[in-house]
C-alpha cells in the first residue's frame, strides 16, 4: 500500500460527527468530551486465521461486543473518540487494524494478499472468533462500512 499523508481535519470530524451521533443515541452525557480526548490503551495483537491481528480494546471484557472497522487510508485512530464513550456506556469495544495496516500482519509469506470486502469480512469472523465473541455489533467507515 502507498503511504498516504492522513488528513486530521477530516479525520476530527468525522470522529466528532460518529461521537455525537453514538452520545445521543446512548444518552451519554457529562464528560463526554473529556472522555473522547482520551488515547487507546497499548495495542493488543492475537492470531487470527491468515493474520497476526492488531487491535485496540476498551470496556469489559464480559459486556456486549461493539467492532468498529476503518477504511482507507484511514486506521483504528478514526475511532479514537467514539471508544471510550461506547465503553463508558458498558460496551467492549474492539478497534482492529485491518489487513495491510498498522501491525497487522500476515503469519505467512505464503498467503497471497487480498483487499476484497469478502477476505475483510472473513478476517473479522476470525478475530471475533480469536477473542471468543460469538455476536458483535459492527460498525465502520470507507472501506470498512463496505465490509
Known sequence: MQDTPIDPARRQLLSTI?????????????????????????????????????????????????????????????????????????????VPYLRGYGTTRFLSDETVRNGQQSALAVDMIALLDALGIRQAVIGGCDWGART
Not at 45 to 51: I, M, N, P, Q
Request: glycine letters at 10%; a negative charge; proline letters at 6%.
Open 18 to 94: 460518529a461521537a455525537t451521533v453514538i452520545a445521543g443515541r446512548l444518552g451519554t452525557a457529562g464528560n463526554a468530551h473529556a472522555q473522547a480526548t482520551a488515547a487507546f490503551a497499548p495495542l493488543k495483537e492475537v492470531d487470527a486465521g491468515l493474520l497476526r491481528v492488531g487491535y485496540a480494546e476498551a470496556g469489559r471484557p464480559d459486556a456486549p461486543a461493539v467492532l468498529l472497522l476503518h477504511g482507507w487510508p484511514y486506521d483504528v485512530h478514526a475511532y479514537a473518540e467514539v471508544t471510550p464513550l461506547l465503553a463508558a456506556a458498558g460496551y467492549r469495544v474492539i
